[in-house]
């Protein structure tokens, strides 16, 4: 079966500080991977999606950025934090088929508070 | 944009009642996607609805759609203290899946 890892689980950073969050998927090959931020109360805004290593489209732009340097992995980084990068943030896959029709299934997500 | 908007925002209900929340959105979609979320933990897919369909059910799920409308509704029946959470829907066109804000379900035992 399919499974999904975010880490870590929380995250209290300084701002100016760099940021790196890493989602792994295991049991399956060529997903699409999505990282998502999700404000305090608030639905999820997609930030980046890939269909294949090496690719990232991106939703919103702003001071963060992926990488997906394997196949099941995907990284969330930043060079210098800010304030409203405070959230949870959760990475997500769902199949290898043409188009976004399919299911998302969800890591547990990362809380990041900046100070 | 092609987000969906839940209402209402929030809902409290006794056990053993149903909880009926709603949805509706702005642009043609493939498909509406119903998610729920626990306190602090990531959303756990329930039931996906497509474009030609009118009515889904799974277990104590209902789904309805209406595109005419550009709406849906997720019905639960017979509430458990259990199915306490925030319940997503999203919906799917030519871009990755778009969350609305959600609706906070209490069910109170």
């Known amino acids: 079966s399919q499974t999904i890892h975010q880490w870590p689980a929380t995250l209290v950073q300084p701002v100016g500080s760099p940021l790196s969050l890493e989602c792994t998927v295991e049991g399956t090959s060529n997903p699409n991977l999505y990282w998502y931020r999700q404000a305090a109360g608030r639905g999820l805004q997609l930030l980046f999606y890939?269909?294949?290593?090496?690719?990232i489209s991106s939703e919103v732009p702003q001071n963060l950025s992926a990488s997906r340097p394997q196949d099941r992995q995907f990284i969330l980084s930043s060079k210098k934090l800010l304030l409203s990068d405070s959230g949870f943030y959760l990475c997500?896959?769902?199949?290898?088929?043409?188009?976004?029709?399919?299911?998302?299934?969800f890591g547990d997500g990362t809380r990041l508070s900046i100070l | 944009s092609q987000q969906g908007e839940e209402d209402p925002q929030a809902l409290s209900i006794q056990e053993g009642e149903n909880a009926t929340m709603n949805c509706s959105y702005k642009t043609s979609i493939n498909n509406l996607q119903w998610y729920r979320q626990n306190s602090g933990r990531g959303l756990v897919h329930l039931i996906l609805i497509r474009s030609n369909e009118r009515e889904k059910h799974s277990g104590r799920l209902r789904v309805t759609l209406d595109t005419s409308k550009k709406s849906s509704s997720l019905l639960i029946t017979a509430s458990r203290a259990a199915d306490t959470a925030s319940y997503f829907c999203a919906t799917v066109g030519n871009t990755p899946l778009v969350f609305g804000k959600g609706t906070r379900l209490s069910v109170i035992a």
């Open positions: 890939s269909v294949g290593i090496g690719q």
């Open positions: 997500a896959w769902s199949p290898p088929r043409q188009g976004f029709d399919q299911p998302q299934h």
